[in-house]
């Protein structure tokens, strides 16, 4: 459930929340991808972009599957919302594993796109790809990386606290992106019972009901973490997180025919422990816009320049015609 906005996939089927698997799935009950093998229809994860859980299983969607430099893939089980616990589901992999077969995915693939926990992530290299049959390109002009990235199923305490709490922020952004329904679907389980939200102590259900009221006013959202912003400090010796970074949104109203545009900064503080996270903070700001420099061609520079020049001559024409009148001895009428 990471950020499914940020793999831009032109993918253009249809699509259907599966509860079991906690990720938005195509209805392969049409064979979504027969079709778009007619459309020649592709996928692709941006340079330095991440692309994990949902939004990789719609990158899989794509008949031409491709990878800027530096960008992620990564896949785990699906799984469901026990109170604030994510627990491996039977069902959910049923359905992801019947949508990945239907995309032409042979059994190891589907294993290996499905083995990982819900609490960690299976980061896909260019030589698993290949030895898995799932068919991956570079995006043209696109780097191959040195050294493939290692799959992750088990990392130390802080680093897994680290990247779990990071993937759960991504995921936020990319329920925010979702219609209200699919967005609020358990959302009250994502914030503990109080939260310090925008600097004051405020009861769950109130930050949920504000949240709504934000929600109806924009029911079209479509939110996008810029990736080199994001910032993940945890502190040692506790299960609390700070996830910090800057998001692109862009908000709209059908009804009212309203948009709306923005850069907002975040930091979220993130607590639980096992595989339980939830937010005990929040915090955003929309971004100062930045003034851009004026730019002059140089015609425009020259006369500006004369301007200048032939102010300053009169002030100076002014001054003296002022001294001289002052130095003239006055007449005297008889």
């Known amino acids: 459930m990471t950020a499914a906005r940020w793999c831009r996939s032109k993918v253009t089927s249809s699509s259907t929340t599966s509860r079991n698997s906690g990720a938005r799935l195509p209805r392969f009950r049409r064979q979504p991808w027969r079709s778009a093998a007619r459309g020649e229809v592709s996928s692709l994860v941006p340079d330095g ?5 949902a939004c990789a299983v719609a990158w899989l969607g794509g008949v031409h599957r491709l990878l800027g430099t530096g960008s ?5 089980a699906a799984y469901v919302l026990k109170g604030h616990k994510a627990t491996e589901s039977g069902p959910g992999n049923a359905v992801l594993g019947a949508y990945l077969y239907q995309l032409g995915l042979s059994e190891d693939a589907i294993v290996y796109v499905t083995q990982a926990e819900p609490s960690s992530m299976r980061w896909l290299s260019l030589e698993q790809a290949a030895q898995y049959g799932i068919d991956v390109a570079l995006a043209p002009g696109a780097i191959e990386p040195v050294s493939p990235p290692s799959h992750v199923v088990k ?6 606290l680290e990247h779990r709490a990071t993937d759960f922020v991504l995921a936020l952004a990319s329920r925010w992106s979702s219609p209200n329904d699919e967005a609020f ?16 102590v405020t009861l ?16 079209e959202r479509t939110y996008t973490i810029r990736p080199d912003s994001i910032s993940v400090t945890c502190a040692k010796g506790s299960d609390t997180c700070s996830v910090r970074g800057i998001m692109n949104r862009v908000l709209a109203n059908g009804a009212a025919k309203a948009t709306s545009r923005d850069v907002t900064s975040f930091d979220y503080q993130i607590a639980g422990s096992d595989q339980a996270l939830y937010i005990v903070a929040e915090t955003s700001a929309l971004a100062k816009p930045q003034s851009r420099p004026r730019v002059l061609n140089p015609f425009t520079a020259v006369g500006e320049g004369i301007q200048r020049l032939l102010a300053k001559m009169s002030r100076l024409t002014t001054r003296q015609t002022t001294r001289q009148a002052s130095r003239e001895p006055h007449q005297i009428n008889r």
């Open 185 to 200: 679907r358990s959302f009250d389980a994502l914030y503990a019972e109080k939260v310090r939200y925008r600097g004051k």
């Open 204 to 219: 769950r259900q109130d930050v949920v009901l504000d949240k709504r009221h934000f929600a109806e006013r924009w029911p």
């Open 72 to 76: 992620k893939v990564g896949f785990h």
């Open 49 to 53: 972009a991440w692309c994990a859980s």
């Open 155 to 160: 990392q130390e305490p802080q680093e897994d």
